[in-house]
Structure formats: C-alpha cells, structure tokens
C-alpha cells in the first residue's frame, strides 16, 4: 500500500492514502529519513496507523546540512517560493544559499517580495534583492493580507515548496492561498498528537488536482555541506558561462589571474556582492567540480 507524507513531525508522520484516508505513520528504525511529498510503502497495523516501510524513488529532495547532521526540507517538489518582506530586514546570502540548493534539485524557483503596501520600506527592499531580480528568476511583489492572486499562475501545475526567513508572512500567504490552512494552524493535530502547530513542522496542502503547496518553518541559516564546489558554482546562474574558461582549472575566483568570473564582474555581467557570496560558500572545501 502506497501512501504520500502530508505532514512530517519528528518521527511521526501524517499520510495520505490513495482514497484519502489520513493515517499516522512511523517508519521502522530510529531514524527520520522521510520528508513532507515523499512517496513510500506502507502496511497497515491498527485502524489508522501505518508503518513506513521504504521510499518510492523521489523526483527532488530539498534539504539542508551542516558538518553534523542534515535537515530534510520537502520532497518530490518541482518549485520553491522564496519569501522576503519588506520588513524585517532579510539575508541576500541566505536567498543565495537557499535558490543553491534548489537549482542542485533542478528546481525552479520563484521570489516573492511580501508586505509592498510598507510603501516606505519598498525602495529599500527593492534595492537590496536587485542583484536577483536581475536573473531570471520571476520576482512576484504582494501584500499578503490583501492579494495574494499575482503568485498563483506560478502554482499551477506545479507541486511547491514555501521558503524563507521567520517573519516575512509565510504563514500568513499560506493562508491566503489555502483557506482552510488556518483551521490547522489553530487547531491541535488529532493525528500527530502534537498540539498546537502553526508552522513547526513541514505540511502539504492541495491546491487543486495538479497542484499542490507545502510550507515548511522559518529558516536563518541553511547549511550547503553537502555539495560539492562544482554544484555550488553551477548553483550561481549567472557564473555559469564563466565556468571553466579560468586560466587555471581549479580556479577558486579570489586572487587568481586571468579569472574568466572576476571579469564577469569586473564588466559590469554579474554581481560583486554575488561573487562574495560563491567566494564565502566555497571557501576552503578546496577546487573540483564534483
């Protein structure tokens, strides 16, 4: 029996069934190693629990990781929305890191500038994702609490997942584009058991038949120890027509001569505050294209 993880909590699990029928899962072993949109294989062992018994080979994994361990973001998801705000202030090398990540998954993604009816604080924020809205990522500017229609023909057909930085209205956008996620955030999870959830744990709304949304907690950091120098640069789409035609193959991009991606910047065809981003990401993991 197939089932797809709706909502991941530690090592519990809520899970859909091919009818519909929610169900609590608990995979066997001590590890956690499902995410919210994996596909996996179950057995039934009371009226509405499951255990988990493997995964279904996935299409994406979005995850993060330090030295130490990793965090499992979503899976299976074709699309990341990345949400910044007016206020409060938000990281140009935490988005850098983040859409990193994405593009390793092939994923596409999405900017949302939130709350532009803080007319004042909008140049600012205009200003500082510049580097960004440079590239081709489609940038999509919103109020939330008022209309959220500008995001959603970039929802349809695709199966996305919501990132960004505490505070920039996630929740509140979830809600504007799902109704009924409100009741889930004020309500106690009958199935997890675990109280009150507003976005604690990652979960998986359905937009209509083709499409879906998951919305995950805030993140203030987001480790990339996991790939390799070569998968960070092509991480930077910019850079990626200068890769490779460097003087040197194992071009670190910092002091080196005749470095093809300094003279992308140098020439006004990428960004220098992008350039200290990959230049900080890569810093001492050493040259390989991995």
Known sequence: MHGLVVAAHGRHYELELPDGERV???PRGKKSIYACGDRVETKRI???QVQILANLPRRSLLYRSDAYREKLIAANVTQMILVVATEPSFSLELLSRILVAAESQGLQSVIVLNKIDLEQRLPAARAHLAPLAALAYPLVEISARGNAAPLLPH???NISVIVGQSGMGKSTLVNALVPSAQAAT???STVLDSGKHSTTHARLYRLDADSALIDCPGLQEFGLAHLSTGAIEQGFIEMRPYLGKCRFRDCQHVSEPNCAVKDAVATGRADP????HLQRLTAG???GPG
Not at 273 to 276: D, I, K, Y
């Open 24 to 26: 609590s899962g608990y």
């Open 46 to 48: 009371s009226a509405n």
């Open 155 to 157: 929802l349809a057909g």
């Open 186 to 188: 004020r309500e106690i």
């Open 273 to 276: 505050q992008r350039l200290q």
């Open 285 to 287: 993991r050493g040259p």
